[in-house]
């Protein structure tokens, strides 16, 4: 069956998200530094920011608990910068700009990430390549559920064998692939994956 849309996950695969990136452009302590990549971005809130059933002033309490009152300026400063913290991995965007001109097919993104996140996408410039963006933390559902590949095909109107779909996790490509996606797993690689969709989409 023709391949008509290429669903990217962001983090990881558009962007690098890296915690010790963001932290050392504000710190340079070695053990302060260490502290805040645990503490405030440890999954216990941001598997709950994705799922958007935490607020961004209940995770800063919580990360003020577990830090010294000293580094409550910085964590915040952190905290409400990350999204502008997070480099393009190289070629990507190029990549998704050249199969929607070689192959006219959708070019869509799928990632889990927090309200925050979405609440200043205008000011992700990358984004503007996607088509349709769903974002986990709008609609309370994450990867690798089925409720949020439903909601993509549902809101994009798209058939999952007619897709694929490229994230970095392992779990969420294989929960793709059982809901009838086709799934690559992306390994921080531009070229590996044009190489494989252009080897996918040209024998379309």
Known sequence: MKIKNVVFDFGQVIVHFEPEYMVGKYLQDEGDKALLCEVLFDRLYWDRLDAGTIT????????????????????????????????????MRDLVRYIKEKYGVRVLLLSNISKYFASHRDEISVLS???YCVLSGLIGVTKPSKEIFDHLCSVCDIKPE????????????????????????????AEHLKAYLDEVLASE
Do not use: M, Q
Not at 66 to 77: F, S, T
Not at 171 to 180: L, Q
């Open 129 to 131: 390549e996607f088509e």
């Open 56 to 91: 961004d002033e209940e995770t800063l309490s919580c990360v003020f608990a577990r830090i010294p009152e000293r580094l409550h300026g910085v964590a915040k400063e952190i905290y409400y910068n990350w999204i502008y913290n997070i480099p393009e991995i190289d070629g």
């Open 162 to 189: 007619e897709s694929i779909f490229i994230d970095d996790n392992t779990k969420n490509i294989e929960a793709s692939r059982s809901f009838g996606f086709n799934g690559y797993v992306f390994d921080g690689s």
